[in-house]
């Protein structure tokens, strides 16, 4: 069982906005601004897509969002593309010993 | 670009150790840490533990701890991770990843190690 709850799945329409949600605890999410989320199509290595909560690198596309509210992230996909059809991962730096930890992962499906 | 390259698949028996190489490029090697993360078949990622290259410092996730061990070559910009006392619950895709203070990019193509006998 992963440390941060994610939902298994989330779907929408092309063009639609979608919102993947990342709860942890107050040891973890709800305390650092170490929140990242990752973009895995399978077989292949994950992405950055968002790092420090709401920072997007350089070359991801400003549809994707994220944000912070108490021990529960979240990440948002505006305008939902067939390209976006992929596992989301969320993580978090956590004061346990553990360091880092990830959700589960959650599927998006562009129908 | 960075890259990180990874060494080639692994096929271990039960209790066998696995060796696993991350060689990167494109980047000063000692300005940033390596971290180990890994991936069980249809599974989330599950992080294993980071190294801090300028100094050899090692982190690991607990359940790691005595079993795994991480090592730099910086005459190469290679980072390796060796696994102990294998079981087929570590069969997996181990993934490094360049490590900055609060997040991991890029990540190498990953390493698929099979644990049977």
């Known amino acids: 069982q992963s440390a941060l709850t994610q939902p298994a799945s989330v779907s929408g329409s092309p063009g639609q906005s979608i919102t993947i949600s990342c709860t942890g605890t107050?040891?973890?999410?709800?305390?650092?601004?170490?929140v990242s989320w990752y973009q895995q199509h399978p077989g292949k290595a994950p992405k950055l897509m968002i790092y420090?909560?709401?920072y997007r690198p350089s070359g991801v596309s400003n549809r994707f969002s994220g944000s912070k509210a108490g021990n529960t992230a979240s990440l948002t996909i505006s305008g939902l593309q067939a390209e976006d059809d992929a596992y989301y991962h969320c993580?978090?730096?956590?004061?346990?010993?553990?360091?880092?930890?990830f959700g589960g992962g959650t599927k998006v499906t562009v129908l | 670009q960075v890259q990180l390259l990874q060494s080639g698949s692994e096929m271990k028996k039960p209790g066998a150790s696995v060796k696993v190489s991350c060689n990167t490029s494109?980047?000063?090697?000692?300005?940033?840490?390596v971290t180990w993360v890994r991936q069980a078949p249809g599974q989330g990622l599950e992080w294993v533990g980071w190294i801090s290259v300028d100094d050899d410092h090692t982190n690991y996730a607990p359940e790691f701890q005595g079993r795994v061990t991480m090592t730099t070559d910086t005459s190469t910009s290679t980072a390796y991770m060796e696994l102990r006392s294998l079981t087929s619950d570590d069969s997996a895709v181990y993934y490094c990843?360049?490590?900055?203070?609060?997040?991991?990019?890029?990540w190498g193509q990953g390493t698929l190690v099979i644990v049977s006998s």
């Open positions: 494109g980047y000063s090697f000692l300005d940033y840490d």
């Open positions: 990843a360049r490590a900055v203070t609060s997040y991991f990019d890029p």
């Open positions: 107050s040891s973890d999410i709800g305390v650092y601004n170490y």
């Open positions: 420090e909560v709401s």
């Open positions: 993580t978090s730096y956590t004061s346990s010993s553990t360091h880092w930890v």
